[in-house]
Nanobody, 120 residues
Framework: VQLQASGGGSVQAGGFWRLSCAAS????????VGWIRQAPGKEREGLSC????????YYADSVKGRFTISRDKAKNSVYLQMDSLKSEDTAVYYC??????????????WGQGTQVTVSS
């Protein structure tokens, strides 16, 4: 299955934005799907994971209480609602398949990302 994130843009700090993830090549029904991001000069960071039944399974401390992951099986899509954005949320965002590995969530199959820029 190929995943592609979309919907990036520029927003002011304190604002909100929503990203979308579309899949091709297979249905997402049986997969857990999540979001990761990478800021310039920083390591890739796992943000969230939602299980196949639609229950959010994980949020990173950096986004907990501000970001909400959801999925729409009819549209074969996953979303990331981002509220109370901060300048440090500026990054390229990717959606990916996710699972719980050895004491942390792992991600794979991320495709093209989408840039989110938060200005203060």
């Amino acid at each position: 299955v190929q995943l592609q994130a979309s919907g990036g843009g520029s927003v002011q700090a304190g604002g909100f934005w929503r990203l979308s993830c579309a899949a091709s090549g297979d249905t997402l029904d049986d997969y857990a799907v999540g979001w990761i991001r990478q800021a310039p000069g920083k390591e890739r960071e796992g943000l969230s994971c939602i299980n196949s039944s639609g229950r959010p399974a994980y949020y990173a401390d950096s986004v907990k209480g501000r970001f909400t992951i959801s999925r729409d099986k009819a549209k074969n899509s996953v979303y990331l609602q981002m509220d109370s954005l901060k300048s440090e949320d500026t990054a390229v965002y990717y959606c990916a398949l996710c699972w719980y590995g050895v004491r942390r969530y792992e991600y794979q199959n991320w495709g093209q990302g989408t840039q989110v820029t938060v200005s203060s």
